[in-house]
């Protein structure tokens, strides 16, 4: 029986782990997307980053826990598109 639990800890992945994965996450998108970002109001790109967070939460049924990956991911999307539209 102890080696059940012994094993059964192994694999359990703390919340922290996931947390600190997200915010390196973020830290890349960050560091990824500044010309981006130059070429467009802060304001208005936090808008689009809310705006396209939103969409994320209800397509997974605004069910809680998941407020950074959905920011961090509306980032990612809304980051893309600029990049794309500087490139057309």
């Known amino acids: 029986m102890i080696e059940n639990r012994a094993s059964a ?3 359990a992945k703390p919340k922290t782990t996931t947390v600190a994965k997200l915010k390196v996450s973020a830290v890349k998108v960050a560091s ?5 970002r130059k070429s467009i109001d802060p304001e208005a790109r936090r ?3 809310a705006a396209e967070a939103y969409f994320l939460a209800e397509r997974r049924g ?3 826990g998941n407020e950074l990956e959905d920011w ?3 980032e990612r999307v809304v980051d893309s598109r600029l990049e794309q539209k500087q490139v057309a």
Do not use: H, P
């Open 72 to 74: 961090v991911a509306a």
């Open 9 to 11: 800890k192994k694999t």
């Open 47 to 49: 808008q689009l980053v």
């Open 32 to 36: 990824k997307s500044r010309a981006v």
């Open 62 to 64: 605004f069910v809680g």
